[in-house]
T-cell receptor, first 109, second 112 residues
Framework: GQNIDQPTEMTATEGAIVQINCTYQ??????LFWYQQHAGEAPTFLSY??LDGLEEKGRFSSFLSRSKGYSYLLLKELQMKDSASYLC??????????WGAGTKLIIKP | DTGVSQNPRHKITKRGQNVTFRCDPI?????LYWYRQTLGQGPEFLTY????????KSRLLSDRFSAERPKGSFSTLEIQRTEQGDSAMYLC??????????FGPGTRLTVL
């Protein structure tokens, strides 16, 4: 079967750094996405990785290791507005998005 | 606003009633997706269209669910004889081919 695993909840302090991990087992791989979702709102696109390595975009970075079936999202200089759920999603061999359940990130002052 | 729009934003209905939701994708996007999301879970794929053709439908989708995209632009999702288990957020997304998907604000359905 296809499976995406990420922690259910994480807590971090404002101004700090947090890393949210995602491991996946899918039938084929055509890219990995990270989305941010605030409570009651739709997911918004954060990053896309299809090759191994680190993609940096401002305070957010995403890393991919295809051989390990592993990705992480790194958030720096955390702000209160970063409190949200972070969803990992993988495009399989049929280009269908397989979603994780999301990691709820709680930022404390 | 040129994003994905969905109507209504909220729908409360009684069990057994039919409901219909509408999604207007970003105009140049040829792919349109429907997802269902419950609290604490990621989006669950329901179906998708490329232009007006419905190319894939989840096996989880019962016969009570039907979707259309008659002219390759907006889409409707209808749920017949609603059940309490249908209560969820229904998300629509659109994309250009296999690129990343833009999501609409969702329609929150509550079945009493």
């Amino acid at each position: 079967g296809q499976n995406i695993d990420q922690p259910t909840e994480m807590t971090a302090t404002e101004g700090a750094i947090v890393q949210i991990n995602c491991t996946y087992q899918t039938s084929g791989f055509n890219g990995l996405f990270w989305y941010q979702q605030h409570a009651g709102e739709a997911p918004t696109f954060l990053s896309y990785n299809v090759l191994d390595g680190l993609e940096e975009k401002g305070r957010f970075s995403s890393f991919l290791s295809r051989s390990k079936g592993y990705s992480y999202l790194l958030l720096k200089e955390l702000q209160m507005k970063d409190s949200a759920s972070y969803l990992c999603a993988v495009t399989d061999s049929n280009y269908q998005l397989i979603w994780g359940a999301g990691t709820k990130l709680i930022i404390k002052p | 606003d040129t994003g994905v729009s969905q109507n209504p934003r909220h729908k409360i209905t009684k069990r057994g009633q039919n409901v219909t939701f509408r999604c207007d994708p970003i105009s140049e996007h040829n792919r349109l997706y429907w997802y269902r999301q419950t609290l604490g879970q990621g989006p669950e794929f329901l179906t998708y269209f490329q232009n007006e053709a419905q190319l894939e439908k989840s096996r989880l989708l019962s016969d009570r669910f039907s979707a259309e995209r008659p002219k390759g632009s907006f889409s409707t999702l209808e749920i017949q004889r609603t059940e309490q288990g249908d209560s969820a957020m229904y998300l629509c997304a659109s994309s250009v081919g296999r690129n990343f998907q833009f999501f609409g604000p969702g329609t929150r359905l509550t079945v009493l």
